[in-house]
């Protein structure tokens, strides 16, 4: 007998935010989107951006991690159903956060040419891979 996946939307979502981000890197890559647009700034305005955006990155990637481990824990315990809504919800919330880091990252990276923020938006792109919505996933939480 097939198992049933439950996770189908997750899962479509997790894929269409991930070729969304790959089409965006194509596009700057190609020349469609012109980089470049974040240095007619001056030196001052640039830095605050690059900070913000550093800092954001940094806050952003622990709490989506934070956030969905502390729901799970908290319905470990109970039914399944509220496992699974729970997972559901959460997993969404988690993959909106670290395509938030992503394309922010990617963005400024391309915007000013900022080495350091395609670092950090390979450190999210990293966990978002760690991310994928999974009835393995769903499993591992029961067991925890």
């Known amino acids: 007998m097939k198992k049933e996946n439950k996770l189908i939307r997750q899962q479509a979502i997790y894929w269409t935010l991930l070729l969304v981000t790959a089409a965006t890197i194509a596009l700057f890559e190609t020349g469609v989107l012109p980089k470049g647009s974040l240095e007619c700034y001056d030196g001052t305005t640039r830095y605050i951006i690059d900070t913000t955006v550093i800092l954001l990155t940094i806050g952003l990637i622990p709490l989506a991690a934070k956030k969905f481990n502390k729901s799970i824990e908290k319905v470990k315990n109970c039914d399944d159903d ?3 809504n729970t997972y559901r919800r959460e997993s969404e919330i988690q993959l909106a956060l670290l395509f938030v ?5 990617i963005g400024a990276y391309y915007g000013s040419g900022n080495e350091s923020m395609i670092y950090c938006a390979l450190a999210g792109f990293i966990r978002y891979i760690f991310c994928c919505p999974t009835s393995k996933g769903i499993e591992r939480a029961k067991e925890q």
């Open 82 to 84: 509220t496992l699974l």
């Open 101 to 105: 880091v992503m394309m922010i990252n």
